[in-house]
């Protein structure tokens, strides 16, 4: 088990800042948070190597980018074995259409955040990515259609 990075009231303003604009410079930042920009740059580089900070990204419009379906898919495995839980998350994190898979309580052991071009790309990526891995019990498929909120910018947090 990898150790928790320990953070400050600072740390987690610089994590903010970067999540609102990962572009900012080190000089935008330092004044975002009220530090000299040495100090700031020093921080940031520790977050980055203590595993804070984990990785850059850019958000894009799945629309632009020709993906423009999102679906969230609800799997059930028919067994809990180590070698079919484990085969399952492998194949998981190799199928680039399921940007996020999320193991769950409740009625389905995993939750699927899926990206496809079209209701026949989606038939697709079931019948040839989902339905080869064996183990699936079952499989939920609900397709977003509009989306209300959406934010990687953690809370504040006091603690």
Do not use: W
Request: hydrophobic share 40%; glycine share 6%.
């Amino acid at each position: 088990m990898s150790k928790i990075p320990q953070i400050d009231a600072i740390d987690r303003k610089i994590i903010r800042a970067l999540q609102r604009s990962g572009r900012m410079t080190n000089l935008e930042l330092a004044a975002e948070v009220n530090l000299s920009p040495s100090p700031c740059l020093r921080r940031l580089r520790n977050l980055e190597n203590n595993g804070a900070i984990t990785g850059y990204s850019v958000e894009v419009n799945a629309k632009a980018y020709g993906l423009p379906v999102t679906v969230m898919v609800r799997i059930s495995l028919d067994k809990h074995t180590e070698d079919v839980v484990l085969r399952f998350e492998e194949r998981m994190k190799a199928i680039p259409e399921v940007l996020e898979c999320f193991v769950m309580t409740g009625l389905s052991d995993y939750l699927l955040r899926v990206v496809v071009s079209d209701l026949e790309d989606y038939e697709r990526f079931v019948r040839d990515r989902l339905h080869p891995i064996g183990g699936i019990g079952s499989i939920d498929t609900s397709f977003v259609y509009g989306v209300v909120k959406r934010t990687n910018v953690y809370p504040e947090y006091q603690g």
